[in-house]
């Protein structure tokens, strides 16, 4: 099961995710805030949006969402976004 390890705000609310089988991306969130859902409303606010936390390896925020790591990571490789970092020999 894939898990986000660590979570970096980049700005422009794009956020580098890291997972638990050491690759990575940076995962925009414009478009999801774009639908101006009841739960991503907040996540306009760039104080609220940068407070995300890492919960069981989830993307968090104090309103309750949750973004599962798979549906990111999954988003990530579709799009061809997603990056593996190598291991020293």
Same mark, same amino acid.
């Given at each position: 099961m ?7 705000? @980049? ?6 995710? #890291? %997972?638990?089988?050491?690759s990575?991306g ?5 478009? !999801? ?9 907040p @996540? ?5 949006f940068? #407070? %995300?936390?890492?919960?069981l ?7 309750? !969402? ?9 988003k @990530?490789q ?12």
């Open positions: 894939i898990k986000i390890v660590h979570a970096t705000y @980049l700005g422009n609310k794009v956020i580098r995710l #890291r %997972f638990s089988d050491h990575w940076d995962y925009d969130m414009q478009p !999801l805030i774009s639908k101006q859902t009841e739960m991503v409303m @996540l306009q606010d760039e104080d609220y940068s #407070r %995300f936390f890492l919960e390896g989830a993307l968090c925020w104090e309103n309750g !969402l949750e973004l599962s790591p798979g549906s990111l990571y999954k @990530l579709e799009r061809g976004e997603l990056h593996v970092e190598s291991e020293a020999a």
